[in-house]
Structure formats: C-alpha cells, structure tokens
C-alpha cells in the first residue's frame, strides 16, 4: 500500500466549479506539501502545511493531522487549473519527501 | 535569481554508457534532492544532502551516485546507464525559515536509455 494515496487519480470539470482533491497518507507526518505540475512538466510548490488551512488566491488546502487526511480547493475553477497536483509528505523519521501518484485536472472552458 | 536549474534538458544513452546530470541552486539552500517520475508512479527520492559534504539515500539510489562539494551544485551520476533509468529527472532544493518550507524544483531532465 502507497504512503500517500490520492483521489481522484483524475478530474474533468468545467470552468467556474469549486474543485476539491483528496489526499490520505498513512504514517506520522511533520509535513504536507501540495504541488503542482504543468503541462510543460514543470513543477512548483503550492503549500507547505503542518496543521489548519492555508489560502493562496483562489487555493485553498487544509489538513486534519489525527484523520491523516489533507484537501486541496480551487474555487472559481478556470482552464489555466488544469495540472497534475501532486500531494507530498515528509514523515517522521526522513527528512526527505514521499509523493502520491497526482490528480490530473482539466478544466474545460 | 535563476533558482534551480538542471542540465541538460533531454539526453539519449546507450546502455552501458556513463554520464552526469547536473544541478545548481543560487539561494543558499542547505538541502538538495533528485528525484525521478515514471509513468503511474509518484516521484520517487534518489539521493539528498543536507548541506556540502553530506549525501545519503533515498528510496531509490541503485545505479546513482552523487557528491556535495559546494552548496550550490549536487550533480547525479550514472556510472553504467541501462533501460530501466530512463526516467524525467528533478532536481530540487528547500529552505527552512522559521517553520516554513518551500521546495524548489528544476526545469527536469529526460534521460532515455537504449
């Protein structure tokens, strides 16, 4: 069984719907980072969460550390949206960063 | 800044071949990465350091070797290239500032090996 498991593998939605991404990781955490990979392939960092909510424009991401369960919102989705977001954890006892397998996102106009 | 940047962009091997994927980060970041993604699979870690002379494992180091003798570079070597590490490549760096920690990636490297 993966550390990390994200759902839903994919997304299809179309543009202005709220979008929720779902991640569940099943070992002790003293981090969670939300990513994001564009078409392109590039990759950059959307969050580094540890407890609570954080906001950024219109993503918000949250984490409930007992049910080892994070989300990744987007509100007022729009094609510019679609990506592979990746959720990344670094447990406990590593310092580096285990990855589930992405959601990838289409937002169609 | 240029931030993290990989060479090269796209490399073909042949078996058996050597070669060195090359890394740099101009932010002062103790900590650097490689990691590789596959196809349905998430990215996996390779080898990390934690600051210059300091390397260890990942998950993934068979057929990897790396070196830390400046902060700012961490280059990835494969000493005899075969199929199954033809992979995109990342590099990636991070900083820790009071509690916060941003990872940053690089452009990424495609490595084919035939």
């Known amino acids: 069984k993966n550390e990390v498991e994200q759902s839903p593998q994919n997304l299809t939605a179309q543009e202005g719907e709220f979008i929720t991404i779902n991640c569940s990781y099943s070992v002790g955490i003293s981090a969670l980072h939300w990513l994001q990979q564009h078409p392109g392939g590039g990759i950059v960092s959307l969050f580094m969460l540890s407890s609570g909510k954080k906001k950024h424009g219109r993503l918000i991401a949250t984490i409930n550390i007992q049910e080892k369960h994070s989300s990744l919102h987007i509100t007022a989705s729009h094609p510019r949206d679609s990506a592979v977001y990746i959720c990344a954890v670094r447990s406990l006892r590593a310092d580096g960063l285990t990855f589930g397998k992405g959601t990838h996102l289409i937002i169609q106009p | 800044n240029a931030g993290v940047t990989q060479t090269p962009k796209f490399q073909v091997l042949k078996t058996g071949q050597s070669m060195t994927l090359q890394c740099a980060q101009d932010m002062n970041h103790e900590y650097m990465s490689w990691y590789r993604q596959d196809p349905g699979m998430g990215l996996r870690l390779i080898h990390y350091?934690?600051?210059?002379?300091?390397?260890d494992q990942g998950e993934v180091p068979n057929g990897y070797n790396v070196s830390r003798s400046t902060t700012e570079d961490f280059p990835l070597r494969l000493l005899s290239a075969a199929p199954s590490q033809t992979s995109v490549y990342f590099c990636?760096?991070?900083?820790?500032?009071?509690?916060?920690?941003?990872?940053?990636f690089g452009p990424g490297t495609r490595l084919l090996v035939l």
């Open positions: 350091s934690v600051g210059a002379g300091i390397t």
């Open positions: 990636a760096s991070k900083n820790r500032l009071a509690g916060v920690e941003t990872q940053y």
